[in-house]
């Protein structure tokens, strides 16, 4: 069944032309590039799209990276470069909330999914990319896209510690996000 879900929509066309360009700084250096999954999570896909075109990306710190299972960023209110990193993690941007967009897409390795507080409609700014499959997470939340180069970037990037995954000392970072057709 996932097969089949994730094989259509890699054959859906225009709608996987749109992404983003992630020029990741610190520890790793380098690009990640994502296709950003305009036909199974429009509004989610919109946000992001949004919010790199407006350069409010650049500059935000991975916060939270579990070895083994993700990388998240995006917090555009608490989690730039020199700010207070002990609330990195905690805010958004300043548009609404958004409702899931839940789908059959799976968390395989390299799927980027919305990073949400307990509520399923509570995603806003952030997202995590996966350095494994995570299957647990499947319907529960949003997949807005997924990352077609640059998985070794994403495998260098700075470990948090602990079992929540925070980023001790200076985090890894997004130094530039880009929207790209």
């Not at 879900?5 to 520890?27: D, F």
């Not at 946000?47 to 350069?55: D, K, N, Q, S």
């Amino acid at each position: 069944m996932y097969k089949a879900a994730v094989a259509s929509v890699m054959l859906a066309g225009p709608a996987l032309a749109s992404g983003i360009e992630i020029e990741v700084a610190g520890e790793a250096n380098g690009t990640i590039v994502i296709d950003l999954l305009e036909d199974v999570a429009p509004g989610h896909a919109a946000r992001i799209t949004a919010l790199a075109t407006e350069g409010a990306y650049d500059g935000v710190v991975f916060h939270r990276v579990i070895e083994g299972f993700m990388a998240q960023t995006g917090d555009v209110q608490h989690g730039k470069t020199g700010g207070d990193m002990r609330r990195a993690g905690t805010g958004g941007s300043d548009q609404p909330d958004l409702a899931a967009e839940f789908s059959d897409v799976p968390f395989d390795r390299g799927v980027v999914g919305m990073a949400r507080s307990q509520s399923p409609d509570s995603a806003n700014s952030q997202f995590f990319i996966m350095f494994d499959e995570g299957y647990f997470l499947n319907g529960q939340y949003t997949v807005v896209g997924r990352v077609t180069e640059g998985l070794e970037v994403l495998d260098a990037i700075k470990l948090g510690a602990g079992p929540n995954g925070a980023v001790i000392g200076a985090p890894d970072r997004m130094e530039r996000v880009t929207a790209t057709d």
